[in-house]
């Protein structure tokens, strides 16, 4: 047995049985090594972003890590952007990044680079694997590592003579640690404030945006008067009919400020305090209200919803969550505007869906759209890291295939990771992707005016237009195999929808809407 196969056997083992690649020569022997454990899936994205992406939304839904494997530094580089929104959204993930083989490294060659500081970035776990009878022992301490609550990226360097030399043994997993208790007397004083008369709020996050946290953190609200935000990108937030529908703290800071606008005390339970996107001048960073309290109730590596459940019993023992009642928007006819595409998904939304969801501005009316749909889960763009809603569809797919997965996906962050199409066919996944196709970054227009800079000339506007010339994404669709059409109009879009839900594999349609700025 060599380190590779070792390696790999060591991860199946572990529970980690997928592995989204983009190999290169310092990774061949773990590439060969795939056929000899046929449990460990492998699947082909061909860019790093498209890999990390899929990870993470593999993750997310399959509650377990998935694997990749990189080329070198400069492969792990080009995954960077999605690892970050992995990151922020506590994903459990193994990366396996291929290096030089030890002896080589010396010489300097073209793709050498520092691995291990690029790597370390991520506020991870990192070690570098020194020989083939050490590497199955590495990789079980990167999937108990990638487990540890909340979940973390583990990173796992693979230099080349490691993975083919000789002498490989699989490792035992290890455990993982369990979230920790909530900190002492936390719950009391929560309890004690929302029993105090003054204006409270409660933000959840992570695991709290789960059914059992969403209903603890209902039931406080109903008893006690406090209101109850979720946090503005959450890794996986569950919605829908029978569910309790708790609204998201707004992305722009004039929203969070009216949300909480009276507020005194502000309760956290799994999800940081708010602080503004970007900053703006003139205007404040943090967006707690002044004079209010901020209260951790348990952080994002204690166990939330035992937190929130046991205040639950403390404060509301009697008191049934409000839930979101069967409701759907009227289909709506004419050409498409920002609002009537959002009803058509809401219309139409399938029991059990996976919404991954990159809509940017044009997907700001699709939560009062989808409120009373059938029960689904809608996954964010935790990093704000565009690039994310393609990959991360692909990967929810592969870990729900008898789940369908919708991808509410803006124009222009498509074009960074594209080429997920090419895996979602590949790989014959039931992922429909809808295109908000606006011609615009729109979301760079609002920033512009936002920020305060003095130009609205060409050739700033310039900048912000996708319309010279006019991308085609029925053709690049078709071009790696995904089926697509194009919607002007409201009927169209829903004639086209649920012409793809009913069919099986992946199917985009690009859907012409206007800028909503």
Request: hydrophobic fraction near 45%; glycine fraction near 10%; charge should be negative.
């Amino acid at each position: 047995m060599n380190g590779a196969q070792s390696l790999i056997r060591t991860l199946v083992d572990a529970g980690v049985d997928v592995c989204f690649t983009n190999p290169g020569t310092s990774e061949m022997h773990f590439v060969a090594a795939l056929d000899t454990v046929p449990e460990m899936r492998g699947v082909l994205g061909l860019a790093e972003g498209v890999v990390t992406g899929a990870a993470d939304g593999y993750a997310r839904i399959a509650d377990r890590p998935a694997a990749t494997l990189l080329h070198l530094g400069p492969g792990l580089a080009n995954g960077m952007a999605n690892l970050h929104n992995a990151r922020r959204a506590h994903t459990p993930m193994v990366n396996i990044v291929g290096d030089h083989a030890t002896y080589h490294k010396q010489y300097d060659a073209l793709l050498e680079s520092d691995i291990d500081a690029v790597a370390g970035t991520l506020n991870g776990w990192v070690r570098r694997s020194g020989s083939a009878a050490e590497v199955g022992a590495d990789a079980a301490a990167a999937a108990a590592a990638a487990r540890e609550a909340p979940g973390r990226i583990a990173t796992l360097i693979l230099p080349a003579d490691v993975s083919w030399g000789e002498g490989g043994q699989v490792g035992t997993p290890a455990p993982s640690g369990r979230p920790g208790a909530a900190a002492d007397g936390a719950v009391a004083s929560a309890a004690e404030l929302l029993r105090g008369g003054e204006p409270v709020a409660l933000l959840i996050g992570g695991q709290a945006c789960r059914e059992d946290g969403l209903r603890a953190a209902a039931a406080i609200g109903a008893a006690t008067g406090a209101k109850v935000f979720a946090e503005t990108f959450p890794r996986r937030i569950e919605r829908g009919a029978g569910l309790p529908n708790v609204e998201r703290l707004g992305y722009l800071a004039e929203q969070v400020t009216y949300q909480l606008d009276g507020v005194k005390h502000l309760v956290l339970a799994g999800a940081r305090s708010p602080v503004s996107f970007f900053a703006y001048p003139g205007k404040a960073s943090d967006l707690v209200p002044e004079g209010a309290a901020v209260h951790p109730l348990a952080g994002v590596e204690q166990d939330v919803v035992a937190a929130l459940t046991e205040l639950a019993a403390k404060v509301a023992p009697d008191t049934e969550p409000p839930l979101a009642q069967a409701q759907r928007p009227e289909l709506p006819s004419g050409e498409l505007t920002p609002q009537n595409w959002a009803d058509v998904i809401g219309a139409l939304l399938p029991e059990g869906a996976i919404i991954s969801d990159e809509a940017n501005t044009s997907g700001l009316l699709v939560p009062a759209a989808t409120a009373g749909a059938p029960r689904h889960d809608v996954l964010t763009l935790t990093g704000g890291a565009i690039g994310q809603g393609m990959p991360v569809a692909t990967g929810a797919a592969v870990a729900a295939p008898d789940r369908p997965v919708i991808n509410l996906q803006a124009d222009g962050s498509a074009l960074y990771t594209v080429s997920a199409l090419w895996t979602q066919a590949r790989e014959n996944l039931n992922v429909t992707t809808v295109l908000l196709n606006n011609r615009a970054y729109a979301i760079l227009r609002m920033e512009l005016q936002r920020v305060g800079a003095e130009s609205s000339g060409p050739k700033a506007n310039e900048l912000f237009d996708l319309s010279r010339p006019d991308l085609d994404f029925v053709r690049i669709a078709e071009g790696m195999g995904v089926p697509a059409s194009r919607a002007g109009t409201a009927e169209e879009l829903a004639e086209q929808f649920s012409r793809a839900l009913a069919e099986p594999g992946p199917h985009l349609i690009d859907a012409l809407v206007p800028p909503l700025l």
